[in-house]
């Protein structure tokens, strides 16, 4: 059965400590792996996709980089405008077009 | 308006009461998906429409009744919903259906509320 699991459930991390969030998925074929961020009362909003290990991609203070079994999130310096939840997500083996989640990982930056 | 919009954002209803939940994309994608958000979980799919033809039902009750009739606009029909349905109703779309491996843009939801 398709799996991922995120960790920690939830991080918090004083202005400018940086560290980083944890993505390990079980299912087979990876054909992708997206990370998004929710903010209270909002949709996931798109982050990044990463195809194959060894990727990485970075956004401002944010970088994500994949492995074969699991992905992470680097913070680097983080402010109080990047708490959010962060998602994980993968395709579903078998082409369909089923998006398996993660439960996410709430982050809170205090200042 | 771009993106992916949702409409009403809040929505309280009886158990007996029959509403819509509507969905809009700007972004001229070919697929749309219902999902559901509650507490402590995480989304669940619940519907796939590909060029406005459902293509995957992910074991969602009948009292949940999709629609799509063109592939900018998707409903969600509700009838003599539970309790445990309370819950933020996401509404995402993609650009090419089949392939599977390309990022899901969301809407802001309907947070739902059954009295």
């Known amino acids: 059965e398709d799996q991922v699991t995120q960790s920690p459930e939830a991080l918090r991390l004083q202005e400018g400590e940086s560290s980083s969030l944890n993505c390990s998925y079980t299912v087979s074929g990876l054909r992708g792996l997206f990370w998004y961020r929710q903010d209270p009362g909002k949709g996931p909003e798109f982050l990044f996709t990463l195809y194959s290990a060894g990727e990485e991609k970075e956004k401002e203070r944010l970088k994500a980089t994949l492995t074969k079994k699991e992905s992470f999130l680097h913070i680097t310096a983080p402010k109080p405008e990047d708490s959010a939840t962060y998602l994980c997500?993968?395709?579903?083996?078998?082409?369909?077009?089923?998006?398996?989640f993660g439960k996410g990982t709430k982050l809170t930056v205090n200042p | 308006e771009t993106g992916v919009t949702q409409t009403p954002r809040h929505l309280v209803m009886g158990m007996t009461n029959k509403k819509s939940l509507k969905c809009e994309q700007h972004l001229g994608h070919n697929a749309m998906y219902w999902y559901k958000q509650s507490a402590k979980k995480p989304l669940e799919l619940m519907f796939v429409y590909s060029l406005e033809e459902r293509v995957e039902n992910n074991s969602v009750p009948s009292r949940f009744s999709p629609e799509c009739p063109n592939s900018s606009h998707l409903f969600l029909h509700l009838h003599t919903l539970q309790p445990e349905d309370s819950a933020l109703y996401l509404c995402?779309?993609?650009?090419?259906?089949?392939?599977?491996?390309?990022?899901?843009?969301f809407g802001d939801g309907t947070r739902l509320s059954i009295l």
């Open positions: 997500a993968v395709p579903s083996q078998g082409g369909s077009e089923k998006l398996v």
């Open positions: 995402a779309s993609s650009q090419d259906p089949g392939i599977g491996n390309q990022p899901q843009h």
